[in-house]
């Protein structure tokens, strides 16, 4: 059933008023909030999220939770021969929305009612789920070495089990990672104009790294 125009006039008006409750509320959760992601750094891990409201469907609020292993993104730029310089001078919310990061580990989109009359408490009630999110995660994310075990509950590909290892100067293991079939594939990187993957990159870097070391 289409909505009326009154409900469509009632999600925009909420909308707008999304980004401003994020501000408002943000500090209550140690959170930072820029260019619509809310997120936090903890340790080897970022943390973040969207907030926002589905134009088909009024009374939800949708609220999407991502993590990513954001203390490999330089390593991932040096591997594939990018400035550093003007990498490391993007600010930091750059690891959050930047193109060339690394992929997230974990999403999870879930749907909380909201109440139009009292917003600023709904907004809260996401704020909290995010927080406790946040909470269960780090008890297993202590740090990125753990993505080289099996883990079900994230999405770790070969790619990334490499980069960990290259992380901790295991050039050997990260190439014998880096050839095997892997289940999990990174969505999001990219070849550059002559065709070259990220993955070509590493192993060209991890090559290197190993002859330089004999």
Known sequence: MAMTREEQKEIRELKKLIPIELRRQRKEFDLQFAHGYLYRFEGDFLYYAILSIPTNRIGD????????????????????????????????????????????????????????????????????????????????????????????????????????????????????????EGTISDLYTHSDATGTTAKDYLRQYLKQKIADNQ
């Open 61 to 180: 609020l949708s609220i999407s939770i991502f993590v990513k292993p954001w203390v490999l993104n330089e390593l991932y730029w040096a591997a594939q021969e990018m400035d550093l310089e003007e990498m490391r001078a993007q600010p930091k919310s750059f690891h959050v929305r930047g193109a060339f990061t690394m992929n997230d580990i974990f999403y999870q989109g879930k749907s909380i009612p909201y109440d139009k009359d009292n917003f600023e408490y709904s907004v809260h009630e996401a704020l909290v789920l995010f927080d406790e999110n946040i909470v269960e995660h780090k008890k297993y994310l202590k740090d990125i070495h753990i993505l080289t075990e099996e883990m079900k509950a994230y999405n770790v590909s070969n790619l990334t089990k490499a980069l960990v290892l290259c992380y901790e100067e295991k050039y050997k293991e990260a190439l014998d990672i880096l050839e095997q």
